[in-house]
């Protein structure tokens, strides 16, 4: 449990604040039942990430890479968005949060509603030909079709490692931070460069919500390690 007073501060920080800014991990949504990074259970305590999730790994062994996004988009298929997004998209509409950046690309924050969205890494549903861009639909990709255009080879339209970030969604995510008076960041190590450079851009209070610590905490005004779910619906409570 986490200790009342803590949340009535964050509750406080809320009410206060004119701008406020989420930043969101793979911790938000493993109470949808998708595994994270790097927990125990996390996916790269079970594969290694350069063998399929890299730029190597899309162009010298393709047959694993679809493999492991298809695995992905199935799993998708059995889950949906839970409290934490849901609460989050609530904020919005109740002008409380003016807008979500995220790291995650299963499109949860959209789909429980939040309409301002920043995706860092992408959208595992954006499937495109990785030799002409042409979009397709994620039924090509899961049935291993090829490119309708150049026969080339699809591929989702997520950041992979080797990857640069989408340079326009970037700078309007860094743009919104910058405009924060508060951060809230739940649910992700912070081991990832250059989103973890995000909190330190925010001028204004810094909250991080995570079920453990991590190398970054001292920077921020308050930290809870807790679950995302169960303090976002505790602060909305009171709300
Ligand atoms: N509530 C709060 N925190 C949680 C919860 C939860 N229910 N479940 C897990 N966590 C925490 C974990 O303790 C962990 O510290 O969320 C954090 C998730 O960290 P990572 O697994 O590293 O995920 P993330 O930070 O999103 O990774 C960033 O790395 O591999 C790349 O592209 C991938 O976008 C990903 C990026």
Redesign the pocket.
Known sequence: MVDSKVIEELRDYLNQSKYAVVL????????SGI?????KD???NKIN?AEV?SVNALENNYELFREFYKYRIKMLDGCKFNR?HRILADWEDKGLVKSVV????DGFHKDAGSKRVYE??GSISAIRCYVCEKEHSVEDFVNDKRCEVCGGNLRPG??L?GEGLPSDVWQEAYDEILKSDLLLV???????SP??SLPTVAKGKRVL??????FMDDIFDLVI???????LESVDRGL
């Open positions: 969101t991990g793979a911790g938000i949504s493993t109470e595994p994270d990074f790097r927990s996390g996916w790269w990430p999730a934490g995220t790291q995650n690309i860092l890494h997520v950041v490692f739940i649910g992700t190590s912070l081991n990832v989103v973890n919500i995570n079920a453990e610590k991590t390690n807790a679950g995302a779910g169960m303090v």
